[in-house]
C-alpha cells in the first residue's frame, strides 16, 4: 500500500495522517512507507470448486456461475518452447515461483521491467520494517517506566533522520541483491523489459527504445503485483501530498501528521512516526478503529497502540478532494461524511491498484475486474467467455485474492505444482497476516463475527478460548505482558477456525497456528505439542490446551478440505 502526507488546513495542529486497508494519506512533508502487510479480498471469488470433467465452478456474491476450459485463443501455440515457465514480474511472488519451478527442473525465465523485488522489498514491506525496528527500540528507551523495571539507566535517545533512513534504503537494496543472486545461482535467467502477452504461450518483451524480444514457454505466470493509485480529486505534488514511494526517503520528520485509514499501513505509520516524535491524528472512513481485525484483539490494541500515544482520530470521515500546497498557501482538504455526504473538515484513502495495463491481455481474450484479473482457485486466468485461458497463470496483488507478498509467493508454489503433475489447491484461510507495531498483531482465518456467521450458516456450535501474555514467563521476563491470544474454534470436531494475537512477537507465534490450519490438524491433537519453557510460544501452548472439545470428537485425520479464497 502506498500513503499520501499533506499539511491540512483548517484543523487545530497543523497535520493529518491516513490509511485503512490500502495506502495511507499523510499531511505534510513525505512520510514513508508502503506495507505489504494488508489483508484484503479485492473481489469475490469464493468457495470455487474442480471436477474431473475439467469444469470450474465458482460464486460471486452469491450468484453461481459454470466456466469450462476451452482451447479457444488468439493465435495459435508454438511448437516449440524456448522456456518451461515464464514469470512476468521479479517481486516475491515472482521470485517464490522461480524458485520452486528450478527445484522442479523447469527452464525458467523471469522478466523484470523495474527492479527485482517488487514493491516489497523496494517500496513497502522490506523498507518499512527497517523503519519499524527503529522506532521499537526509540519506544523502548524513551520508556522511562520499562527501563526502571529492568533496571536499567538511559539517557535521552535520540536519532539520526538520514541515518534511519539509509538503514531503510540500505536493507532494501541488500534484499534486492540476495533476491537476484539466488535466482542467477539456480539457473534462473531473468530478462529486463517490460513484459506483454502477445499470443498463446508467447511474451514480448524488452526496453523502450530498443528492439523487442519474443520468448515462448509452456507457461506463463503474471505476476506484476500493484502500483499506487491516486483517486480522482487527490493531486500528489511529490512534496507536500505524496504517495509512499517518495517518502520512503524520510527527508523530515513532520511535528503532526494526518494518517488516512487505521488499517495495517495506518496502525505501522502511527508506531513509527510517534516513536520518533510526531503527533498523529487518524481518519477513518468506518465508523470504527482497526476495521478488519477482529473486535476484540481491535479494542485491546487500541488501549494500548493509540489511547496513551500522541494520537487522536475522526471516524466516519473521507475526503473528496486534496490539493497540495502552492503559493504559500497550506494543503486543502475537503472532507465530507461518510455517510450522509455532507461537508465536514477531514480526509479519504488511495487504494492499491494492480498493474496490469500493458500486459496485452487482449490479445488472450481477457478483461481485468476493476483492474484485477479474473482468476479460479488455482490462479488460472479466465478469459471473457467464462473459460481458462490455457498455460495462463496469475498470482499475488494482480489477481486481488490477497494483498499480501507471501500470498502471492504461495500462490506461485501452488502453481508449479499444477504444472509440474500435482494438483494443488492453496488454503487462503491459512495464511496469516501481521500488523508490525509495538507490540504486534498477527492473525490467521476468521475473526470471531465471521466464525459466528458461518456457523450460523452451516449449523454448528463455536467456541472461544483466550490466554494472556500476564502469565507467560517469558514475557514478563521482558518486562512486556501486555497481550492477548484468542482461539476460534469448533467444540464438536475440534476444528481451528481462527487464532488471533496481540502481544510480543505475535507475528512469529502465529505461524504455529496457521500450518494447523493449513494441515488441518484438530485441537485435540496438537494440545499435546511440546513447547520449550520458558518460551513465548507456551503462550499458545496454553491456548490450545485450554480449548474445550467434546470427547465424541475424532482425533484423525485432516479436518476439511482445503478452502480457496
Known amino acids: 500500500m502506498h500513503s499520501i502526507c499533506f499539511q491540512a488546513t483548517g484543523v ?270 487518524f481518519i477513518e472512513a468506518l465508523d470504527q478503529l482497526m476495521p478488519g481485525f477482529d473486535p476484540e484483539i481491535g479494542k485491546l490494541a487500541q488501549r494500548v497502540l493509540i489511547n496513551p500515544r500522541k494520537i487522536d482520530y475522526h471516524t466516519g470521515v473521507f475526503a473528496t478532494k486534496i490539493t497540495p500546497a502552492k503559493d504559500g498557501k497550506p494543503v486543502i482538504i475537503e472532507l465530507i461524511d461518510a455517510k450522509t455526504k455532507e461537508p465536514k473538515d477531514t480526509l479519504e484513502v488511495c487504494p492499491l491498484a494492480p498493474f496490469t495495463n500493458g500486459l496485452g491481455l487482449e490479445n488472450v481474450n481477457v478483461v481485468t475486474q476493476r483492474g484485477f484479473v479474473p482468476v479460479d482457485e488455482r490462479m488460472r486466468v479466465i478469459d471473457t467467455n467464462g473459460n481458462l485461458v490455457p498455460h495462463l497463470y496469475c498470482i499475488g496483488d494482480a489477481n486481488g485474492k490477497m494483498m499480501l507478498a507471501h500470498a502471492a509467493s504461495a500462490q506461485g508454489i501452488s502453481v508449479v505444482e499444477q504444472v509440474t503433475g500435482r494438483d494443488h489447491v492453496l488454503n487462503h484461510l491459512s495464511i496469516p497476516a501481521a500488523c508490525f507495531t509495538h507490540p504486534e498483531i498477527s492473525m490467521v482465518g476468521l475473526t470471531e463475527p465471521q466464525a459466528r456467521e458461518k456457523a450460523q450458516k452451516e449449523g454448528f456450535e463455536v467456541g472461544v478460548a483466550k490466554t494472556s501474555f500476564k502469565a507467560n514467563t517469558k514475557a514478563l521476563a521482558e518486562n512486556e505482558g501486555e497481550g492477548l491470544a484468542k482461539l476460534i474454534y469448533r467444540p464438536d470436531n475440534g476444528e481451528i477456525l481462527g487464532v488471533h494475537i496481540f502481544g510480543l512477537h505475535a507475528a512469529d507465534l502465529i505461524h504455529e497456528a496457521s500450518n494447523a490450519i493449513a494441515l488441518g490438524t484438530r485441537i485435540q491433537d496438537i494440545k499435546f505439542a511440546v513447547h520449550a519453557h520458558p518460551t513465548l510460544s507456551e503462550v499458545l501452548d496454553e491456548l490450545f490446551k485450554s480449548a474445550k472439545v467434546k470427547a465424541a470428537a475424532l482425533s484423525h485425520g485432516p479436518v476439511s478440505e482445503p478452502v480457496a479464497v
Open 12 to 281: 487545530p495542529r497543523s497535520n493529518y495522517i491516513f490509511d485503512s486497508c490500502s495506502p495511507a494519506l499523510a499531511i505534510s512533508k513525505p512520510i514513508n512507507l508502503r506495507f505489504c502487510g494488508l489483508r484484503k479480498e479485492a473481489f469475490g471469488f469464493s468457495g470455487l470448486t474442480h471436477s474431473s470433467s475439467g469444469r470450474v465452478r465458482f460464486s460471486s456474491r452469491g450468484h453461481s456461475k459454470k466456466v469450462s476450459a476451452s482451447a479457444e485463443s488468439n493465435g495459435s501455440p508454438p511448437k516449440s518452447f524456448d522456456y518451461d515457465l515464464i514469470i512476468i514480474g521479479a517481486g516475491v511472488g515472482g521470485h517464490g515461483a522461480a524458485l520452486h519451478a528450478v527445484e522442479k527442473g523447469l527452464k525458467t525465465a523471469i522478466i523484470e521491467g523495474d527492479v527485482v523485488g517488487g514493491t516489497c522489498v523496494n517500496r513497502g514491506c522490506v523498507p518499512s520494517k527497517a523503519l519499524l525496528a527503529v522506532s521499537g527500540k526509540m519506544r523502548e528507551l524513551q520508556s522511562e517506566h520499562h527501563m526502571k523495571a529492568l533496571g536499567l539507566q538511559v539517557s535521552a535517545a535520540g536519532y539520526d533522520r538520514q541515518g534511519v533512513a539509509d538503514h531503510a534504503n540500505n536493507l532494501a537494496s541488500k534484499i534486492r541483491s540476495n533476491l537476484t543472486n539466488s535466482m542467477k545461482a539456480l539457473g534462473v535467467d531473468i530478462l529486463t523489459g517490460v513484459g506483454t502477452i502477445v499470443g498463446p504461450q508467447k511474451v514480448k518483451y524488452g526496453k523502450v527504445g530498443f528492439p523487442d524480444n519474443i520468448v515462448t514457454a509452456k507457461n506463463i505466470i503474471i505476476a506484476t503485483g500493484s502500483v499506487p493509485f491516486v483517486p480522482k480529486g487527490i493531486e500528489v505534488d511529490g512534496k507536500t501530498v505524496i504517495t509512499s514511494d517518495h517518502a520512503l526517503k524520510l527527508e523530515s520528520v513532520p511535528d503532526w501528521i494526518a494518517i488516512v485509514g487505521s488499517g495495517y499501513i495506518g496502525l505501522e505509520f502511527s508506531d513509527v512516526y510517534t516513536a520518533l516524535g510526531s503527533e498523529v491524528t
